[in-house]
């Protein structure tokens, strides 16, 4: 094929270049840039955090834990009663925490009660112990199990016994492929060649399956009697974060507020360790940079540091004036924030009080050659199967419902 005659100066118009039109590649030399840019960094840093705690692999698809408690204390009461009543009445099934010889205070009166006998929730008492007189006692009123008073020579009491509570878990398995033909393969690529190239990205996108799944995986199990049509083997899911948290669940129902995070910051104290890291949306962030306070919370430090090999955003201090670690979850600015969306979600987690359980020989593996024999073509895989540890879910806490401030 003849070319076309130039006259003149040759300008860059009149070389040859790329036709999107007849996909020529000409005679230019594109200018890329080898480095490919990425949209959403690893912000995986809860999946991070729990990689290097120390953990134990499972033997089995479904994992179980034991959670322990120290016995109750408190009890309530459920009617009013009068100063010369000599009975008391608790809520159902507290009296099996209250037994003959205990000593109770009433904790909005002050009055020393001791306990003669108990009958299911029903007590008998002897009212005015101690240096505070007998008073009315109103329903709700709570009382405090001091201890047991003895007396010389008194037989082996009533042992009683609080029961462990039985935690669990499944595993979850997780597959990121991808396939390539063998031409695609041997091409020379911006950036590098493939598989290469898409095995790197594929890390991310496995590593952002299992940062999901800790915070809001679902808790199931499927045997295969019941599987759904086109699948005929069990199939387990891994519940995370959201979860487990029930009791310390705060809905903020507005802007965020320095009383409303500390309260909440207080409840979650109250159990477990001070190892605990707040993870949160971009709003509720925003909430707190804005925040003007003085005494023990006035620190909100911007300074990062490593926390348990992670990068933190920042520090903040709370009522029991502990330095909580703060982690911006970036990629949740994508959630809806309306009608209280995972967008407006915080999650206080006690460290010490969670753990990655993979099942043993089937922690994240990269499968290669996975192709079908005989095809002209490459594939390979990330493969985990795992279940995740969160125990005494009252250690942890969960904020919602965040919105901009004002």
Known sequence: ??????????????????????????????????????????????????????????????????????????????????????????????????????????????????????????????????????????????????????????????????????????????????????????????????????????????????????????????ASSVAPAGNTEPQGTCGGMIEYIQTVKRDANGPLTPTFFDTFLMDVMANGSTDKVFFCAPIIALNMAQWNRSGMGSQWQPTPENVHGVHVDAFISGAYGYRVPVVVKKEWSEFPTANKGYGTYGFLVDMEYVQQRPLRDRDTKLLTEQQPKGRDSYSAEYLREASFECVHERAHGLIYGVTAPP
């Open 1 to 222: 094929m003849a070319g076309t005659i130039i006259q003149g100066a040759v300008s860059t118009e009149e070389q040859l270049g790329p036709s999107a039109a007849t996909s020529a590649e000409g005679e230019k030399v594109i200018a890329m840039d080898e480095k490919i840019r990425k949209l959403r960094p690893d912000e995986s840093q809860f999946t991070t955090m729990t990689d290097r705690t120390p953990s134990r692999s499972t033997n089995r698809e479904k994992y179980n834990w034991l959670e322990e408690d120290d016995f109750p204390r408190l009890i309530t009461a459920l009617n009013a009663q009068l100063v010369g009543d000599t009975t008391l009445v608790t809520q159902a099934g507290q009296g099996k925490i209250v037994a003959g010889r205990d000593l109770l205070r009433n904790m909005r009166t002050g009055e020393g009660i001791s306990v003669t006998s108990v009958s299911t929730d029903t007590l008998t008492i002897a009212r005015g112990v101690g240096s505070v007189a007998a008073a009315a006692i109103n329903a709700g009123d709570v009382f405090l199990v001091v201890g047991d008073a003895q007396a010389q020579g008194s037989d082996f009491p009533t042992a009683r016994y609080l029961q462990r509570v039985l935690g669990y878990n499944f595993t979850q398995i997780t597959r990121t492929p991808w396939t390539f033909t063998g031409t695609d393969t041997a091409i020379e690529k911006y950036g590098g060649r493939e598989p290469a190239k898409e095995a790197k990205r594929k890390a991310r996108e496995h590593k952002r399956k299992w940062e999901a799944i800790l915070f809001w995986g679902a808790r199931s199990f499927t």
